[in-house]
């Protein structure tokens, strides 16, 4: 079945970077575009960015464009999300989702089960 | 402020149905991207509910049915069970903002 698992997750102060990795498994890694999505305390779901199937197009959302970076390894069937300058306001727990296939448009069928970043002084 | 507008909860009591529903706008919703729908029970990851309008994936019960209209869509939910407790999110793809949108979540609670 299809896994998503993330790591990469923990403290960080503002300013400073995180990597996020997440491990895919049991589907054509390369046949999907990838998203992360985002969730602060208590908050609903924040789409972050997504890579399309081939690696060709990266989008992301206003709050973290110039910021953080997605990419991918499709000989490892891992996807990243590098997070530079980091302020506290990307407090959060990070989701890696599936989207649907040779497409970047949603749903997402799959979502990992969550990396928590928490930034502060 | 969402690209896409949700209330802020709803409430039911077993066995009732509650509507929740989703509004967009003509750079989303309006232009005919599909909207989907997940639930997220507290503590754990979304999932997919609703996908392409109305569709449900395998092992979603028939209880949970979608619609859309225009700039507005809806998720339906009949027979309400205590387990239907959850966040309730909707999705679709912006084109003024160029990305992916969610609503701002529903709450249902169950009485």
């Known amino acids: 079945q299809v896994r998503l698992v993330e790591s990469g997750g923990g403290v960080a102060r503002p300013g400073r970077s995180l990597k996020l990795s997440c491990g895919a498994s049991?589907?054509?890694?390369?046949?999907?575009?990838l998203h992360w999505v985002r969730q602060a305390p208590g908050k609903g779901l924040e789409w972050v960015a997504l890579?399309?199937?081939?690696?060709?197009?990266?989008l992301y959302a206003d709050s973290v464009r110039g910021r953080f970076t997605i990419s991918r390894d499709d000989s490892k069937s891992t996807l990243f999300l590098q997070m530079n300058n980091l302020i506290p306001g990307d407090t959060a727990v990070y989701y890696c989702?599936?989207?649907?296939?040779?497409?970047?448009?949603?749903?997402?069928?799959?979502w990992g089960q969550g990396t928590l970043v928490s930034v502060s002084s | 402020q969402s690209a896409l507008t949700q209330p802020p909860s709803v409430s039911g009591a077993p066995g009732q149905g509650v509507t929740i529903s989703c509004t967009g706008s003509?750079?989303?919703?309006?232009?005919?991207?599909?909207v989907h729908w997940y639930q997220q029970i507290p503590g754990t990851a979304p999932k997919l509910l609703i996908h392409?309008?109305?569709n449900r994936p395998a092992g979603v019960p028939d209880r949970f049915s979608g619609s859309k209209s225009g700039t507005s869509a809806s998720l339906t939910i009949t027979g309400l069970r205590t387990e239907d407790e959850a966040d309730y999110y909707c999705?679709?793809?912006?084109?003024?903002?160029?990305?992916?949108?969610f609503g701002g979540g529903t709450l249902l609670t169950v009485l």
């Open positions: 989702a599936r989207g649907a296939y040779g497409t970047v448009l949603p749903p997402f069928d799959s």
């Open positions: 049991g589907f054509i890694f390369s046949n999907y575009a």
């Open positions: 890579i399309s199937y081939d690696g060709r197009e990266a």
């Open positions: 003509s750079s989303n919703l309006g232009i005919g991207h599909d």
């Open positions: 392409g309008n109305t």
């Open positions: 999705q679709s793809y912006d084109i003024s903002l160029r990305g992916v949108v």
